[in-house]
């Protein structure tokens, strides 16, 4: 993708001094109206692009201390040809599979998921099945400070700016900034429900390959930042008259292809990686006896990693997405032994 050279404000051109925006520590904003009125000056003074956010648990940074920012399947500080191979094969399998599944669950949308592989990747992606070459971004400052808040227990949360191409269609192709833009509102089936909470997008180079190695950096959205924030994380960041979107609101429990994307990921994992299943296994008992062990010291009679997670909850503050993951991999755990 090409590199831009976004105009920035006089507080973030002051404080990133002569580093690029990755290189530069994010700039703090303690007050959620005063982010919005950033961003504002940054939309005005940035006409030439539109602009998105992602919101992260933690700025990545890579060896030279840059922030680094590549859609999953691209995700690693050496990766060999080999592995890409392997995760688009993966991905392969897992586009097949949904299909598969939309045709048996008579939902809506099959006609197009078959059709459009874009659509495919955009699902996959946005309900984690597996690695894809699209990354998550949301065009509401509300959804992505949200998320920042919600995936993380840590002080800061972090929120990213990026600037792509105006959108022309529901899947834009823009050649000469070599990147696709996927608006999930608009392409999404129905039953799809997170996407719609989320303002959803999905964003990625416009010529999907295994064959970067030349220079991988084209394929790192922070060729595209605008700038990047950091957030306290906590509600006081919100103020008087906003509040952050409840993870319930965020990741709807009735979302039918969420729980089909789970069954994915399920015969993703016996069809291509057997041989970490017994690892699996080994960390899962790990966790567990961590788990009841911790929860112990906090009340007693916690026999059970579902009680000792109701406990964690309650008294220290872990978030439910995670209570809910420990839960989904106690019934994978299940589903592996049986």
Not at 109 to 115: A, I, S, T, V
Not at 183 to 208: C, E, N
Request: with cysteine; net charge negative; glycine share 4%.
């Amino acid at each position: 993708m090409r590199e831009i050279s976004p105009n920035l404000i006089h507080e973030l051109e002051k404080h990133i001094g002569n580093k690029s925006i990755a290189e530069a520590p994010p700039y703090l904003i303690t007050d959620y109206q005063k982010l919005v009125r950033f961003i504002a000056r940054l939309a005005y003074a940035n006409k030439d692009y539109l602009l998105f956010f992602r919101g992260q648990p933690e700025d990545f940074l890579n060896k030279a201390n840059s922030s680094t920012i590549y859609p999953s399947i691209y995700r690693s500080e050496y990766l060999r040809s080999d592995e890409i191979n392997n995760r688009f094969r993966i991905l392969q399998s897992a586009s097949k599979l949904l299909i598969e599944l939309f045709e048996q669950k008579n939902l809506d949308g099959y006609d197009e998921l078959r059709k459009k592989t874009y659509i495919q990747y955009s699902i996959l992606q946005h309900y984690e099945v597996c690695r894809t070459p699209l990354l998550d971004l949301t065009h509401s400052i509300r959804v992505a400070c949200s998320f920042a808040q919600i995936s993380t227990i840590n002080e800061f949360s972090y929120v990213f700016v990026f600037g792509l191409p105006y959108l022309t269609n529901r899947i834009s192709f823009n050649s000469e900034h070599d990147l696709v833009n996927i608006r999930l509102l608009s392409i999404a089936p129905p039953d799809a429900l997170r996407p719609y909470f989320q303002d959803g997008y999905l964003a990625g180079t416009t010529d999907i390959t295994t064959d970067y190695f030349s220079d991988k950096s084209q394929l790192d959205f922070r060729n595209r930042l605008i700038a990047k924030f950091r957030i306290p994380n906590n509600d006081g960041f919100w103020g008087e008259h906003f509040s952050k979107i409840p993870e319930k609101a965020l990741l709807p429990s009735d979302d039918k292809v969420k729980k089909l994307c789970k069954s994915i990921s399920l015969k993703l994992d016996f069809e291509y990686q057997p041989e970490e299943l017994g690892k699996f296994i080994l960390a899962w008992n790990e966790l567990e006896k961590d788990l009841v062990a911790y929860a112990e010291t906090i009340s007693d009679g916690v026999r059970t990693v579902t009680s000792a997670s109701a406990v964690l909850n309650k008294e220290i503050g872990i978030p439910e997405h995670l209570i809910d993951e420990i839960n989904q991999l106690r019934i994978y755990r299940n589903e592996v032994v049986h």
